[in-house]
């Protein structure tokens, strides 16, 4: 069990410039998540994957994020247009039914 | 919208002490998951409770569900240096979606 991976772990950017974070989930789950945490707040849902079907985005969400999970193994978030307000760790997680969700490592953006 | 509220925010304890962390939902829950993160570090899956009044132990932690299935407690019993990080509830929201709680930030000063 290699666990849920995510490249890169860290990403410095320019506003206004787009940005493509990668998460790998375990090989064997076929929902996947992507979250956006803040410093001091807990995981904020952005949107669900199961398999290749993503079922629910959050409302919170802009047209600037996209995602994808083209085959139902990794998934891509891209943040077009980024904003100073974007800067966060985004984090991917992925679980083989309703329940437990194995988190990965996060990707840190830093919008300048 | 539906809000899961966790008190306190911090705790600073003495090693040794006990430590409770409550979390409240705005609405009933099917289920409540509890995840913990370290400093630095990714929420990490500790437990999930599913029955009204669920009680449940993992050696010094022991979560509840309460009756009404709309908040949680995790008690842990004789704090541990190693116990420091974050404590998140989440509970879903509609079919998909989970929703985590404020978190309780622990310190376990030796």
């Known amino acids: 069990d290699t666990g849920v991976s995510q490249n890169p772990r860290h990403k410095i950017t320019k506003r206004g410039q787009n940005v493509t974070f990668r998460c790998d989930p375990i090989?064997?789950?076929?929902?996947l998540y992507w979250y956006r945490q803040t410093l001091g707040q807990g995981p904020e849902f952005l949107t669900y994957?199961?398999?290749?079907?993503?079922?629910?985005k959050s409302r919170l969400l802009s047209d600037r994020f996209s995602a994808e999970r083209p085959k139902g193994s990794f998934s891509t978030l891209e943040i077009q247009r980024t904003e100073q307000g974007d800067s966060a760790m985004y984090l991917c997680?992925?679980?083989?039914?309703?329940?437990?969700?194995?988190f990965g490592p996060g990707t840190r953006l830093t919008v300048l | 919208g539906q809000q899961v509220m966790q008190i306190p925010q911090y705790q600073h304890v003495q090693e040794g002490e006990d430590f409770t962390t409550y979390c409240n939902s705005s609405t009933t829950l099917s289920n409540i998951q509890w995840y913990k993160q370290r400093p630095g570090g990714h929420p990490v899956f500790l437990i999930q409770?599913?029955?009204?009044?669920e009680v449940k132990k993992q050696k010094r932690l022991t979560f509840q569900f309460g009756e009404a299935k709309k908040n949680s407690s995790l008690h842990i019993t004789a704090t541990q240096t190693t116990d420091v990080g974050t404590y998140f509830c989440?509970?879903?929201?509609?079919?998909?979606?989970?929703?985590f709680g404020t978190g309780t930030r622990l310190k376990v000063l030796a």
């Open positions: 090989s064997e789950h076929n929902r």
């Open positions: 409770l599913v029955k009204s009044g």
């Open positions: 994957f199961q398999n290749e079907a993503q079922l629910e």
């Open positions: 989440a509970g879903p929201s509609g079919t998909y979606k989970y929703i």
């Open positions: 997680a992925s679980s083989p039914a309703y329940n437990e969700q194995f």
